[in-house]
């Protein structure tokens, strides 16, 4: 079975401060894993996602992921946040055809 | 088409009544999802389609939830005689179908029940 935990719901962060999202898997095979953000009222935008090729992913607006498998861990970064990566955030874990969402972590930046 | 579309983009509707969503996937995609998001929370999933068969209905919610695929491609979610606590933003995506299974999203229908 497979499982994905966010382990914040809301994070804060002050802009030009580095961002760090948490994420934890579940899986008994290798499975692909994916981070899509929200911002408000609009849709669900891919950022970055992992296919067990490079354990580094770089995704759009300068967002990046590391897959540490010994941690099972998908942790989302970025080193400067902007006023404009507010929103929420989810981590996805898929293997062929079960897709499970994170509850999501809503960032938000402080002038 | 260029990405997935969703139709009606907004629906209000009375408690009671019946509604229908409309969900046109990417071509060639063969696997599409309906998703519910309610306010300030995530994603739930309501159902799975691969092709024209749903092998996952388990997130449907109650019996007047349902939903279904023809030709491979048009989905249509029926919500029957709805209640307040059906309103939502109801979210389709579509995918290849392969391991790699990324999901592109419609920009949902918002749903809300008075």
């Known amino acids: 079975a497979q499982s994905v935990t966010q382990l914040d719901s809301h994070v804060s962060v002050s802009e030009g401060t580095p961002v760090l999202l948490r994420c934890n898997y579940s899986s008994s095979y290798s499975p692909s894993l994916f981070w899509y953000v929200q911002h408000p009222n609009k849709g669900l935008q891919l950022l970055l996602k992992y296919t067990s090729a490079a354990t580094l992913v770089k995704g759009i607006n300068g967002f990046e992921a590391e897959f540490k498998k010994s941690e099972t861990s998908f942790h989302l970064t970025k080193p400067s946040a902007h006023m404009s990566d507010a929103a929420e955030y989810f981590c996805?874990?898929?293997?062929?055809?079960?897709?499970?969402f994170g509850k999501g972590t809503r960032l938000h930046i402080l002038p | 088409g260029a990405g997935v579309s969703q139709s009606p983009s907004n629906k209000v509707t009375e408690k009671g009544k019946d509604v229908e969503l409309r969900c046109d996937p990417i071509s060639g995609h063969t696997a599409l999802y309906w998703y519910r998001q309610s306010l300030g929370q995530g994603l739930e999933f309501l159902i799975y389609?691969?092709?024209?068969?749903?092998?996952?209905k388990s997130g449907l919610p109650s019996d007047r939830f349902s939903a279904e695929r023809t030709g491979g491609s048009v989905s249509t979610l029926t919500i029957q005689r709805t209640q307040q606590e059906d309103s939502a933003v109801y979210l389709c995506a579509s995918n290849t179908g392969t391991v790699y299974n990324e999901q592109f999203f419609g920009p949902g229908t918002r749903l809300t029940v008075l």
């Open positions: 389609f691969q092709g024209n068969s749903a092998p996952d």
């Open positions: 996805v874990v898929s293997l062929y055809d079960k897709i499970i």
